[in-house]
């Protein structure tokens, strides 16, 4: 299996760090992409609530969820540090092929509510701040999919530095719409003791949890800390271990600042002057200006949606991206796969908005992170389960207090976002006008999610799975060598891809000419900045292409084996024939994953292509 974001898989370098200082420095930046997920859109309209119906009073329900988030986020990145997996990835070596699917389609549906909450949420933002209407807010979110691509092309610190300012963005508004608010501290700080005033409050409690802690943000947390370089030995991982627990801390917190803000202006500026009603994000921006007599409080506001909306928007897509490689152990064309995340979110949100108007963008918001509710369990237990497994975290597992106090924190959550999606049900039955269709359909689908949660819960205790520990590397190819070979004395090319279809290519380039052939690697970096930049580009992906194959050639070159490499730029397309029909080849050998039809789209159809506009005979090897 490959590595989790193979493209920047340990492109970070922690080691030889001067200074402890420097050391914490090379290990922050995952833990604030994982922060935005705590402060977007989706959290907005369960803060607004509670804050202009109860004042201060749920201030504590914030920090209780920040408390709970910062355990499960240490747990996910525990996870990928010890045992360089990602959740999902670990997912698919515990459970059944048939269970994974699920798991995987369960995911799938968390990531689209999830960025239809963030759609809607920068949509919302445009419209406030520019006058742009709602339905055309969304169409343009779907730029934001090739910023990404250009972000992560540019190296994953690059990203994070993204992310950070558009997190500082957010903080900044904020502080400033405190100025303006100027809230009681004294009830700021009485809202910190816990105290339920009324059973509606206990209601928009349990929103506040289900909207705190997000399911994608437990698969991301477990990849991105993987981007990291240190030391493998115990000393250097139980290091890690704590310098990305600050890295949680401190993020985490800023994500809480946010949220409690939300809160506290809410709060300041609703409650106490008797608008109780305030839940919708369009009419807290538009009241803000007269009760806080500013013109720069809705501004602010505005700016920090949009931020807000932007910087989640970029993680679930990435988040998407962890899952169907995890799950499915399944990699697409980058582009296609942000594009299809991206749809999945528009589509709903275009039909709705266009039939029903835009005052239906709150109970959109509300729907969406019902159904993130139903999905966290999947996500939270088998984590548990993981980082508890001795034979798993090879000695890091955690402590069995750590372990008692995560499976207190997964049944409240658990139990609280049982208890908002059965209330959500009930209502519709009691106001549908067919509510046989719903029993026939809605609630056998809500029994059968219990019994798969039930599943998860109890499955690990009665087996354990070791995860394999898998290095993709050229040194893990089990290489066959053929001494005599029909294209002995020949010049051979062989492209590579460092997926497993080149260990095929390879062994059959070896069957073919033996070792009195000679060999040349071709492998084409097909990046944005390679395709606009060619053999000038200066990205991450290129640096990790040209380390790789240098690895390759070095490996075989010490078994025997006259190898060169050679790297080409842009569309592999296009570039492979460029180069073969450059040089005096006698065969080119290339590995396919052997698709056809849609999947040519989805893959490339770069062996097709290939075949045509090359001299010499094509080895084509499928895997």
Same mark, same amino acid.
């Given at each position: 299996?490959?590595?989790?974001?193979?493209?920047?898989?340990?492109?970070?370098?922690?080691?030889?760090?001067?200074?402890?200082?420097? +050391?914490?420095?090379?290990?922050?930046?995952?833990?604030?992409?994982?922060?935005? *997920?705590?402060?977007?859109?989706?959290?907005?309209?369960?803060?607004?609530?509670?804050?202009?119906?109860?004042?201060?009073?749920?201030?504590?329900?914030?920090?209780?969820?920040?408390?709970?988030?910062?355990?499960?986020?240490? #747990?996910?990145?525990?996870?990928?540090?010890?045992?360089?997996?990602?959740?999902?990835?670990?997912?698919?070596?515990?459970?059944?092929?048939?269970?994974?699917? =699920?798991?995987?389609?369960?995911?799938?549906?968390?990531?689209?509510?999830?960025?239809?909450?963030?759609?809607?949420?920068?949509?919302?933002?445009?419209?406030?701040?520019?006058?742009?209407?709602?339905?055309? &807010?969304?169409? @343009?979110?779907?730029?934001?999919?090739?910023?990404?691509?250009?972000?992560?092309?540019?190296?994953?610190? +690059?990203?994070?530095?993204?992310?950070?300012?558009?997190?500082? @963005?957010?903080?900044?508004?904020? %502080?400033?719409?405190?100025?303006?608010?100027?809230?009681?501290?004294?009830?700021?700080?009485?809202?910190? %003791?816990?105290?339920?005033?009324?059973?509606?409050?206990?209601?928009?409690? =349990?929103?506040?949890?289900?909207?705190?802690?997000?399911?994608?943000?437990?698969?991301?947390?477990?990849?991105?800390?993987?981007?990291?370089?240190?030391?493998?030995?115990?000393?250097? %991982?139980?290091?890690?271990?704590?310098?990305?627990?600050?890295?949680?801390?401190?993020?985490?917190?800023?994500?809480?600042?946010?949220?409690?803000?939300?809160?506290?202006?809410?709060?300041?500026?609703?409650?106490?002057?008797?608008?109780?009603?305030?839940?919708?994000?369009?009419?807290?921006?538009?009241?803000?200006?007269?009760?806080? *007599?500013?013109?720069?409080?809705?501004?602010?506001?505005?700016? $920090?949606?949009?931020? $807000?909306?932007?910087?989640?928007?970029?993680?679930?897509?990435?988040?998407?991206?962890?899952?169907?490689?995890?799950?499915?152990? /399944?990699?697409?064309?980058?582009?296609?796969?942000?594009?299809?995340?991206?749809? !999945?979110?528009?589509?709903?949100?275009?039909?709705?908005?266009?039939?029903?108007?835009?005052?239906?963008?709150?109970?959109?918001?509300?729907?969406?992170?019902?159904?993130?509710?139903?999905?966290? *369990?999947?996500?939270?237990?088998?984590?548990?389960?993981?980082?508890?497994?001795?034979?798993?975290?090879?000695?890091?597992?955690?402590?069995?207090?750590?372990?008692? $106090?995560?499976? @207190?924190?997964?049944?409240?959550?658990?139990?609280?976002?049982? +208890?908002?999606?059965?209330?959500? %049900?009930?209502?519709?039955?009691?106001?549908?006008?067919?509510?046989?269709?719903?029993?026939?359909?809605?609630?056998?689908?809500?029994?059968?999610?219990?019994?798969?949660? #039930?599943? @998860?819960?109890?499955?690990?205790?009665?087996?354990?799975? +070791? !995860?394999?520990?898998?290095?993709?590397?050229?040194?893990?190819?089990?290489?066959?060598?053929?001494?005599?070979?029909?294209?002995?004395?020949?010049?051979?090319?062989?492209?590579?891809?460092?997926?497993?279809?080149?260990?095929?290519?390879?062994?059959?380039?070896?069957?073919?000419?033996?070792?009195?052939?000679?060999?040349?690697?071709?492998?084409?970096?097909?990046?944005?900045?390679?395709?606009?930049?060619?053999?000038?580009?200066?990205?991450?992906?290129?640096?990790?292409?040209?380390?790789?194959?240098?690895?390759?050639?070095?490996?075989?070159?010490?078994?025997?084996?006259?190898?060169?490499?050679?790297? &080409?730029?842009?569309?592999?397309?296009?570039?492979?024939?460029?180069?073969?029909?450059?040089?005096?080849?006698?065969?080119?050998?290339?590995?396919?994953?052997?698709?056809?039809? /849609?999947?040519?789209?989805?893959?490339?159809?770069?062996?097709?292509?290939?075949?045509?506009?090359?001299?010499?005979?094509?080895?084509?090897?499928?895997?």
């Amino acid at each position: 299996m490959a590595k989790s974001l193979e493209e920047v898989n340990e492109s970070v370098s922690a080691q030889n760090k001067t200074s402890t200082f420097r +050391k914490i420095l090379a290990f922050f930046g995952p833990a604030y992409l994982i922060s935005v *997920g705590y402060m977007d859109p989706g959290n907005w309209a369960t803060d607004l609530a509670g804050g202009s119906q109860f004042g201060y009073s749920l201030l504590w329900v914030l920090l209780m969820s920040n408390m709970m988030a910062l355990l499960l986020q240490s #747990l996910s990145a525990r996870l990928g540090i010890v045992t360089q997996r990602d959740l999902a990835q670990a997912s698919r070596e515990t459970y059944s092929k048939f269970i994974n699917y =699920i798991l995987y389609f369960l995911a799938e549906i968390a990531i689209a509510a999830c960025d239809l909450a963030e759609v809607l949420g920068m949509a919302i933002g445009l419209n406030l701040l520019f006058g742009i209407p709602l339905l055309e &807010g969304v169409l @343009i979110t779907v730029l934001d999919t090739f910023l990404l691509l250009f972000l992560i092309n540019k190296g994953i610190r +690059k990203m994070e530095a993204f992310i950070i300012a558009l997190v500082a @963005i957010i903080g900044f508004s904020f %502080i400033f719409e405190m100025i303006f608010a100027q809230p009681e501290i004294g009830n700021v700080l009485t809202g910190l %003791i816990p105290s339920i005033p009324t059973e509606e409050a206990l209601y928009i409690a =349990i929103g506040i949890i289900g909207a705190t802690v997000m399911p994608h943000n437990l698969y991301l947390h477990s990849s991105l800390v993987q981007t990291r370089k240190f030391d493998r030995s115990k000393a250097g %991982i139980k290091q890690a271990l704590k310098y990305n627990f600050i890295d949680s801390t401190i993020a985490l917190n800023l994500a809480f600042f946010v949220n409690a803000a939300i809160l506290i202006l809410a709060a300041a500026t609703f409650y106490n002057n008797g608008l109780f009603e305030v839940a919708e994000i369009q009419d807290a921006h538009r009241l803000l200006e007269p009760m806080l *007599g500013t013109q720069w409080a809705p501004i602010l506001f505005a700016v $920090a949606l949009i931020a $807000a909306g932007q910087s989640s928007t970029i993680t679930g897509t990435l988040a998407g991206q962890i899952i169907m490689e995890g799950y499915l152990n /399944l990699r697409i064309q980058p582009w296609v796969r942000r594009i299809i995340t991206r749809l !999945i979110a528009i589509v709903p949100a275009v039909i709705v908005i266009s039939i029903f108007g835009e005052s239906v963008t709150g109970k959109m918001l509300i729907l969406s992170q019902v159904i993130l509710s139903l999905q966290l *369990g999947f996500a939270i237990i088998p984590l548990i389960h993981f980082v508890s497994d001795k034979s798993k975290m090879k000695g890091f597992h955690i402590s069995r207090a750590t372990q008692i $106090a995560s499976w @207190i924190v997964a049944t409240i959550i658990v139990s609280l976002n049982a +208890k908002l999606v059965f209330n959500e %049900i009930q209502g519709w039955l009691e106001t549908s006008e067919n509510p046989l269709l719903l029993w026939l359909t809605v609630v056998p689908l809500a029994i059968s999610f219990l019994i798969l949660l #039930l599943y @998860i819960v109890f499955k690990p205790f009665f087996s354990k799975n +070791k !995860i394999k520990i898998y290095n993709h590397s050229p040194h893990n190819l089990q290489l066959k060598f053929s001494k005599t070979g029909s294209f002995s004395n020949k010049n051979i090319a062989i492209t590579v891809d460092f997926s497993n279809a080149d260990e095929i290519a390879i062994n059959s380039a070896f069957e073919l000419g033996g070792l009195e052939a000679k060999y040349t690697l071709i492998h084409v970096v097909e990046t944005v900045g390679a395709i606009m930049y060619g053999e000038n580009v200066e990205d991450h992906e290129t640096l990790l292409d040209e380390k790789l194959l240098l690895e390759y050639q070095e490996m075989l070159t010490k078994k025997g084996y006259k190898v060169t490499t050679k790297l &080409g730029f842009g569309k592999p397309n296009k570039v492979i024939p460029t180069l073969i029909n450059a040089e005096p080849f006698d065969v080119l050998v290339m590995g396919t994953h052997g698709h056809t039809g /849609l999947n040519d789209m989805l893959f490339g159809t770069t062996v097709d292509n290939v075949r045509h506009k090359i001299k010499i005979p094509l080895f084509i090897v499928k895997i």
